[in-house]
């Protein structure tokens, strides 16, 4: 089955290391990341709430939950973009995110909208 369901949010993500507000001494490594979704559904939705699962390289696992995404509970028709810059904070350089959005479509339908896990790292310099 190839046909597009009537309730798909693609989530792409893209990712920086924060180096003037991390503190490696101190086991602190800032990470932005950007998040743009898109409805590439038939019905349009609204972004209810948000689950991430934040896991640094000592396995430590932090879960957030919460309403809507900085502040907001975008509405997207099919088609439609929504983009936000958010943080997160480690005390490894390196570490993983991943998680969903809970989504509720205009036909009363809700739905989760999977948020494929990413890396957060900071830059290498090879020798």
């Known amino acids: 089955m190839t046909e597009k369901s009537s309730y798909t949010i693609d989530v792409q993500v893209e990712t920086r290391f924060v180096p003037d507000q991390s503190k490696p001494g101190d086991n602190r490594y800032v990470f932005a990341y950007t998040v743009t979704l898109r409805n590439a559904g038939k019905m349009p939705a609204r972004l209810l709430g948000r689950h991430w699962m934040i896991t640094d390289a000592n396995g430590k696992v932090e879960e957030v939950t919460g309403d809507g995404v900085v502040g907001e509970q975008p509405w997207m028709r099919p088609g439609d973009d929504f983009e936000y810059t958010?943080?997160?904070?480690?005390?490894?350089?390196?570490?993983?995110?991943?998680?969903?959005?809970?989504?509720?479509?205009?036909?009363?339908?809700?739905?989760?909208?999977?948020?494929?896990?990413?890396?957060?790292?900071?830059?290498?310099?090879?020798?």
């Open 86 to 127: 958010s943080g997160a904070v480690l005390e490894t350089p390196v570490g993983t995110m991943g998680g969903s959005y809970r989504m509720l479509a205009d036909d009363g339908t809700e739905f989760e909208a999977p948020i494929p896990t990413f890396t957060l790292s900071i830059p290498r310099t090879l020798h």
